[in-house]
């Protein structure tokens, strides 16, 4: 039985580039006269924008600060241990570029086993414990304190969480043990489960009292000395902690099944780490710890060796590194300051847009439409939304009357647009509509201006072709809702030069979008791919297979919603509409649907009806549908689905639509809600086997988002 320092030696070996963390120990005299104690800081030697870490060296630190207090502790030379960490940060769980790196399973093992070994050690002292929560706590962050007798937390902590269910594992430190036999199940499966699910939503310190995890809450500002005198109370019997005995009946067997019912509503089944998680939660209805970390152990290692976590992490590395580096985009020193920004249109979307550059920017912001009734109605409605932002204290009065100052609408464009150094364009999609307006805006707009679009699926470059200066139009497609989406496609133009570019790609960072570099090519990437996908659904329709079929099929792609709802949000209209495009520019791949320009014509707003709360087939539509007699099983539709999307991607990859596959990826994550834990599409479609069966190879080298060879 190797030790937990041998473990964590052959773990060190496999990862030579960790960033490693110090656990510091200091000693003092505790106020009160509560006697000597001892306080590790968790520490990587680098800023609050490099979060710490626990890889091997850093745990084996922590290990060596632990031999040292124990001893210290057992002599009876210290009265309690504290943990903490450096300004703003706790410590946010394990390194992840440690784990990418493992190839075997019993190197997976070693990294569960080495943390338990470790972290338990602090509940075995000879003396009481405590952590102290002072910044950002994530995952083995969080665990590490879990181990602990007492803990504190700070009012300021802008984030506290157990999202490795979001990642693909499962908190197997002690999280999935540990927390359900503090705080009871049913808060437990809320924290473990519901949040990480819900894109990782985060705990802000008092929500982390409130639900018993910490046993006190103080101030940011002395939040250290607070938990000292907090600490010193306690130590002397002048504080007792007291918490809520634990319902182990029929409680906790609810809370497990809610969990089940949560996790089948995000992943519907296809990814298998919140059913691990709930699986341990359950076990630990016993109260046997050492049980629960066994359990967490093997689960760790099962999925550290499995497709999802390799996904997961995948989709993280895009979302958090290529998302902020966007492939191909030119110097960014190139950019040309944006200091007033004119919007053509003031509808829905265009609305959209001038609150959002209002916000990001704030800089001034001028709406222009073809009457004043619009152009008031497109200002008005900024103005709301300003006044929501003020009623739940996300600004105050000041930066509301300044924010609302700024936004003006005009019907003269030359009035509006004379001093703007970016105009967009939202206006109707139909390529003689849009044209017009750049000659308009061209002809009053100054000399510097880009001109943007937010085209869905029109050539940007036809768009600019009979202006003088087409080297500045860019292709600028926000997702709708615009405040949700992280998503912007930026297109570049035949003409679009390097500066127009840069301009584009700087203004999209200031709106906090991730943007990716796409090719002026029917549809760019998302609305192209949803649109195969979706006319594939369509296609088995309309042949003969039921609706339910249909849908029920790509359940197991773990959706945020159904084809069909889908359809619904983006409006039939819209759908139609990009499939008349794509079907204009691919006839072959791309059919219109009789039986949705049927549903678009009869005025439907989608497929469904929602009387009983859940959705069933619209009686009406169902009166229109005209169907084939070719009936296909589930596992046909779902083969026909993947096979469309998969080719989609390998013509649009050949055509040079994007850089790389992964810019499909973070374009379907970020703009389409597309799974995170499948990391997007196309590892998916590689696991499944899907890719090599369509195009003969792989999308992505092995390793990219898989266990490496």
């Known amino acids: 039985m190797s030790t937990t320092a041998e473990l964590l030696k052959q773990a060190s070996d496999l990862f030579p580039d960790e960033v490693v963390t110090s656990a510091h120990v200091r000693h003092f005299d505790l106020p009160f006269g509560a006697g000597r104690f001892a306080l590790i800081t968790l520490d990587n030697g680098l800023d609050h924008t490099k979060p710490t870490t626990f890889g091997p060296a850093s745990l084996a630190n922590l290990n060596a600060a632990i031999d040292q207090v124990e001893k210290e502790a057992a002599e009876g030379a210290i009265v309690g241990v504290g943990i903490t960490g450096k300004p703003f940060i706790f410590a946010v769980g394990a390194d992840l570029k440690g784990v990418e790196l493992l190839k075997e399973h019993e190197h997976a093992l070693a990294i569960g086993k080495g943390g338990h070994e470790v972290f338990k050690r602090l509940s075995k002292l000879a003396v009481p414990t405590f952590a102290y929560y002072n910044g950002a706590a994530m995952g083995g962050g969080v665990e590490v304190g879990l181990h602990c007798s007492y803990r504190t937390v700070s009012k300021a902590?802008?984030?506290?969480?157990?999202?490795?269910?979001?990642?693909?594992?499962?908190?197997?430190?002690?999280?999935?043990?540990?927390?359900?036999?503090?705080?009871?199940?049913?808060?437990?499966?809320?924290v473990i489960?519901?949040?990480?699910?819900?894109?990782?939503?985060?705990?802000?310190?008092?929500?982390?009292?409130?639900?018993?995890?910490?046993?006190?809450?103080?101030?940011?500002?002395?939040?250290?000395?607070?938990?000292?005198?907090?600490?010193?109370?306690?130590?002397?019997?002048?504080?007792?902690?007291?918490?809520?005995?634990?319902?182990?009946?029929?409680a906790w067997d609810q809370a497990v099944a809610k969990g089940r019912f949560i996790a089948d509503g995000k992943v519907h089944g296809a990814a298998p780490a919140a059913y691990r998680a709930?699986?341990?939660?359950?076990?630990?209805?016993?109260?046997?710890?050492?049980?629960?970390?066994?359990?967490?152990?093997?689960?760790?290692?099962?999925?550290?060796m499995g497709g999802e976590l390799r996904a997961g992490i995948y989709a993280f590395n895009l979302v958090q590194k290529r998302g902020k580096?966007?492939?191909?985009?030119?110097?960014?020193?190139?950019?040309?300051?944006?200091?007033?920004?004119?919007?053509?249109?003031?509808?829905?979307?265009?609305?959209?847009?001038?609150?959002?550059?209002?916000?990001?920017?704030?800089v001034p912001v001028v709406l222009t439409d073809i009457d004043q009734e619009r152009v008031d109605k497109g200002v008005g409605y900024v103005h709301a939304e300003i006044d929501k932002l003020l009623g739940k204290g996300r600004i105050n009065q000041d930066k509301a009357n300044r924010l609302k100052a700024l936004v003006t609408g005009v019907l003269d464009k030359a009035e509006g647009f004379a001093d703007a150094d970016f105009v967009i364009e939202a206006v109707f999609e139909e390529i003689g509509v849009k044209q017009q307006v750049f000659a308009e805006v061209e002809a009053v707009a100054p000399a510097h201006a880009i001109l943007a679009t937010n085209t869905s699926s029109l050539s940007v470059s036809e768009m600019a072709s009979k202006l003088k200066h087409p080297e500045r139009v860019v292709g600028f497609h926000f997702f709708n809702p615009v405040a949700v989406l992280p998503l912007l496609e930026i297109v570049r133009g035949e003409k679009t030069d390097d500066a127009s570019l840069a301009t584009a790609f700087a203004v999209a960072k200031k709106l906090k979008k991730t943007a990716v570099l796409v090719k002026d090519?029917?549809?760019?990437?998302?609305?192209?791919?949803?649109?195969r996908f979706m006319g594939e659904i369509q296609n088995v329709i309309d042949e003969g297979t039921p609706v339910e079929i249909a849908e029920k099929a790509v359940e197991p792609l773990g959706l945020p919603m159904s084809p069909l709802v889908l359809l619904e949000l983006v409006g039939p209209a819209i759908g139609l509409h990009v499939s008349e495009t794509l079907h204009g520019a691919f006839p072959d791949r791309f059919k219109v649907s009789p039986n949705l320009k049927a549903v678009v014509e009869a005025g439907k707003r989608g497929f469904y009806v929602?009387?009983?709360?859940?959705?069933?087939?619209?009686?009406?539509?169902?009166?229109?549908?005209?169907?084939?007699?070719?009936?296909?099983?589930?596992e046909q539709v779902r083969a026909r689905v993947l096979d469309a999307v998969a080719q989609e991607?390998?013509?649009?990859?050949?055509?040079?639509?994007?850089?790389?596959?992964?810019?499909?990826?973070?374009?379907?994550?970020?703009?389409?809600?597309?799974?995170?834990?499948?990391?997007?599409?196309?590892?998916?479609?590689?696991?499944?086997?899907?890719?090599?069966?369509?195009?003969?190879?792989?999308?992505?080298?092995?390793?990219?988002?898989?266990?490496?060879?």
């Open 521 to 531: 090519a029917p549809a760019f990437v998302v609305n192209r791919i949803l649109t």
């Open 193 to 250: 489960i519901e949040n990480s699910l819900n894109q990782n939503r985060q705990l802000k310190g008092k929500q982390v009292f409130e639900l018993g995890i910490a046993d006190a809450i103080f101030e940011g500002a002395d939040f250290l000395e607070q938990s000292l005198l907090w600490t010193a109370q306690v130590l002397k019997g002048d504080i007792t902690v007291e918490r809520p005995a634990i319902d182990r009946g029929e």
């Open 325 to 362: 580096r966007p492939a191909g985009a030119p110097d960014k020193n190139l950019a040309r300051p944006v200091t007033k920004v004119g919007v053509v249109g003031a509808g829905l979307m265009a609305s959209q847009l001038a609150l959002l550059f209002l916000r990001r920017l704030e």
């Open 649 to 709: 991607i390998g013509l649009m990859l050949d055509e040079g639509v994007v850089a790389e596959a992964q810019d499909i990826d973070l374009c379907l994550i970020t703009g389409a809600g597309w799974p995170f834990h499948l990391g997007g599409i196309t590892p998916y479609l590689d696991r499944e086997g899907v890719s090599e069966r369509v195009n003969g190879k792989k999308f992505l080298a092995p390793g990219v988002a898989s266990v490496p060879a």
């Open 278 to 304: 709930l699986d341990i939660i359950a076990a630990a209805k016993n109260g046997d710890l050492q049980q629960g970390f066994d359990a967490e152990d093997q689960a760790l290692a099962d999925l550290i």
């Open 610 to 634: 929602y009387d009983s709360g859940k959705p069933e087939l619209d009686p009406e539509v169902a009166a229109l549908l005209k169907q084939g007699d070719v009936v296909l099983t589930e």
């Open 157 to 190: 902590i802008p984030a506290f969480s157990l999202p490795e269910v979001f990642l693909g594992l499962v908190p197997g430190w002690g999280g999935c043990t540990l927390l359900p036999n503090l705080i009871g199940a049913e808060k437990a499966v809320s």
